[in-house]
């Protein structure tokens, strides 16, 4: 089952040319349990323009909360 | 009317008065309970009690409690129809006679304690309130209790606080406020985390207080007691040395990390209406403890565009304690008001008229240069006191006529502006760093009161006082309703 991160950042535009690997800090939108959602953590990720088939799931926010409308592909590598 | 122990017994009184709706239906904590509660602050409805919470049976959550100034004055213990200018009046007088807390053995507080790897800040149900916010705020009415660690000065303050982990959460804790500067100036230099706990739920006049912006060194636990008119009970904390009000419903305990360890925190939806500062590296508070009474209420605000809770009770206790500082400097100030709808940003000050030339200076001045009206105010309108400052239409025709716009203008460039403030730049807000405005809408004090000065064309000016009576008097023989 796929699951679905998002992430703040100051343009999501950047994302859209590239994959990129980079530390960052993810918010988990779907944990098993319901109760743990939004929760963060710090994690080294590959970010792709666009989700792989059956792969997880990254949206991107600007800083002050709005969410961009496209999602993106992430690889979490620990 | 009773002054409220806990939220418990303010809840069956609100519901008595119309001031209270038991939502019975399942509500998300993920925005549907933020929605709800947004919508009630913009339309002045009561107060929800949600008593079915998804994903968290047994818990409770009542939203924007004092969102308006009814639910204020039931606060204090007052009739809810209680007109503002009388709220004001109590709430002046009982802060004068600060009653210091007692110290009681054991509180329902702690009926439930959680403590080791039993501490898990999402088994609470803080909810998403607005959607696109950095995280789930649990401490949005509240109180974060720290102390001074040179002295006996513990402040009460409402610093938001963010659920990042289990055990972690983040927090806008600013140098210029009381608690940041305890800890950016006493703990961090010797390297020390700051034992802090957070009070969700206190009794109404505790949240009051802790929403206050006092002068250095004040208790805001003695002026709940003032307010309550009795002394505040407090418990000690399980796992620190603070102390909690014995009746909250929920308390975390824990200490605020070092700035080596500060972790993304924002961006929040604000009482200034909007979200403002974006997501950044903030402080870490590490929850070490939980404790929380039976069958327990979670208390939340929803900031954001006029009236919230916090507009609703800083139109009061700022615009006092502003009131406070000028009349203490001997200022000819006879009204202070900070209308909801202008938040914390606008301040209106009735002057004596013609008392000395450019009174609103100084008033401008101090007021500014006041250690929380500082930052969070950007704008002063100073009038003459024959205008009814809490009357906006008032206002608005002096400001209109009486101000110049080359001599009635004073700018006050680079001073410390709270990076909330949504007209700031980018960097601005990465400096704190803004500027003041001061309308003078007085008459000029050189000006000769019969020859120079305007006479107003008001009922209450121009006919005199015998003619005034004689037609309000006949007010309804005339034909026209009261």
Redesign the interface.
């Known amino acids: 089952m796929a699951k679905e991160y998002d992430t703040y950042v100051d343009d999501p535009t950047d994302f859209k040319i590239k994959e990129a690997e980079m530390d960052m800090i993810i918010r988990d939108l779907t944990p098993d349990n319901r109760r743990e959602k939004y929760g963060s953590r710090r994690v080294r990720a590959v970010v792709m323009p666009k989700p792989e088939a059956g792969g997880d799931v990254l949206y991107l926010r600007y800083q002050r909360g709005s969410l961009y409308p496209e999602k993106f592909g992430i690889k979490i590598l620990g | 009317m009773q002054i409220f122990d806990d939220y418990r017994t303010f809840i069956d009184a609100a519901e008595k008065s119309g001031d209270l709706v038991r939502v019975k239906e399942e509500i998300d904590w993920?925005l549907e309970a933020g929605a709800i509660t947004r919508r009630v602050c913009e339309t002045e409805a009561p107060t929800p009690l949600f008593e079915n919470v998804k994903?968290?049976p047994g818990w409770k959550i009542l939203g924007c409690p004092l969102a308006n100034i009814r639910r204020f004055a039931m606060s204090l213990g007052l009739d809810p129809d209680t007109p503002l200018s009388e709220v004001m009046n109590v709430y002046e007088s009982r802060c004068e006679n600060r009653i210091k807390p007692v110290i009681v053995d054991s509180g329902p507080c702690q009926e439930n304690v959680m403590m080791g790897d039993d501490v898990n800040l999402?088994?609470l149900p803080a909810p998403?309130i607005?959607?696109?916010?950095?995280?789930?705020y649990i401490s949005t009415w509240h109180a974060v209790i720290a102390k001074d660690p040179d002295s006996d000065f513990v402040n009460w303050g409402m610093y938001r606080q963010m659920?990042?982990?289990?055990d972690k959460m983040g927090g806008l804790c600013l140098p210029f406020t009381d608690q940041g500067r305890i800890f950016y100036e006493k703990y961090v230099p010797k390297g020390k985390p700051m034992p802090f706990a957070t009070a969700i739920g206190m009794e109404p006049v505790c949240d009051v207080s802790a929403m206050v912006p006092l002068a250095a060194g004040i208790s805001e636990v003695e002026l709940a007691g003032a307010l309550k008119e009795k002394p505040i009970e407090l418990v000690k904390c399980k796992t620190n040395d603070l102390y909690v009000p014995a009746n909250t419903e929920l308390v975390l305990e824990g200490e605020m990390l070092l700035p080596d360890q500060f972790?993304?925190e924002g961006?929040f939806?604000e009482f200034t209406g909007y979200?403002?500062s974006?997501?950044d590296r903030r402080p870490v508070y590490k929850v070490n403890c939980i404790t929380h009474r039976n069958d327990p209420i979670f208390t939340m605000s929803n900031m954001g565009v006029p009236v919230d809770d916090s507009a609703a009770v800083m139109q009061v206790t700022l615009a006092l304690e502003i009131k406070k500082l000028l009349r203490n400097q001997g200022l000819p100030v006879t009204e202070v008001f900070c209308p909801p709808y202008g938040i914390t940003f606008l301040i209106i000050v009735a002057v004596r008229t013609q008392v000395y030339s450019n009174a609103a200076h100084h008033i401008g001045n101090l007021i500014f240069g006041h250690k929380l009206a500082g930052p969070w105010s950007q704008i002063v309108i100073a009038v003459d006191d024959d205008v009814d400052i809490f009357n906006m239409n008032e206002v608005f025709h002096a400001f209109s006529t009486k101000l110049h716009p080359g001599r009635g203008i004073h700018v006050y460039d680079r001073c410390p502006a709270a990076p909330l403030s949504p007209y700031l730049s980018f960097e601005e807000r990465m400096k704190s760093e803004g500027s003041k405005v001061l309308f003078d809408c007085t008459w000029p004090a050189d000006w000769k009161p019969f020859t120079e000065v305007p006479p107003k064309m008001a009922f209450r000016g121009v006919y005199t006082k015998e003619l005034q009576e004689k037609v309000l008097s006949k007010w309804t023989k005339y034909g026209f309703k009261e």
């Open positions: 993920d994903d968290y999402f088994d998403m607005h959607d696109g916010d950095g995280g789930r659920i990042h982990s289990k972790y993304e961006p939806g979200r403002t974006p997501r």
